[in-house]
């Protein structure tokens, strides 16, 4: 059984900085594109962040460009989310996912494309 664990959310200020980790089980994620997203009440899922099975391509949603910054350790079956100069447009609850495809090229932006999902963790950014 496939398994993602996020941690690292919390409450920070704004302006701060919080580094998020996605824990694998069941699945050794070298082989398969990974990606951050989230969510807030009443809105759909968006992209954050994703990152192809090599680790060599990554893409961003446009409100987290040169602010956020996806890796992965494919040694520790992780994927990490460095996110800086937070924002409270940035509160939500953020989600690891695992590409459903193995050695995609370029990252896939699509929730669709995605078949396993963490269960989640708080940010909260105050002004």
């Known amino acids: 059984q496939v398994q993602l664990v996020e941690s690292g959310g919390g409450l920070v200020q704004a302006g701060g900085s919080l580094r998020l980790s996605c824990a694998a089980s069941?699945?050794?994620?070298?082989?398969?594109?990974m990606g951050w997203f989230r969510q807030t009440p009443g809105k759909e899922r968006d992209i954050v962040a994703v990152?192809?099975?090599?680790?060599?391509?990554?893409d961003y949603a446009d409100s987290v460009k040169g602010r956020f910054t996806i890796s992965r350790d494919n040694a520790k079956n992780t994927v990490l989310l460095q996110m800086n100069s937070l924002k409270p447009e940035d509160t939500a609850v953020y989600y690891c996912?695992?590409?459903?495809?193995?050695?995609?090229?370029?990252?896939?932006?699509?929730?669709?494309?995605?078949?396993?999902w963490g269960q989640g963790t708080q940010v909260t950014v105050s002004s």
């Open positions: 996912a695992s590409d459903r495809a193995q050695l995609r090229d370029w990252p896939t932006r699509r929730p669709d494309d995605y078949d396993y």
């Open positions: 069941g699945r050794t994620l070298r082989r398969y594109g």
């Open positions: 990152i192809n099975w090599s680790g060599a391509i990554t």
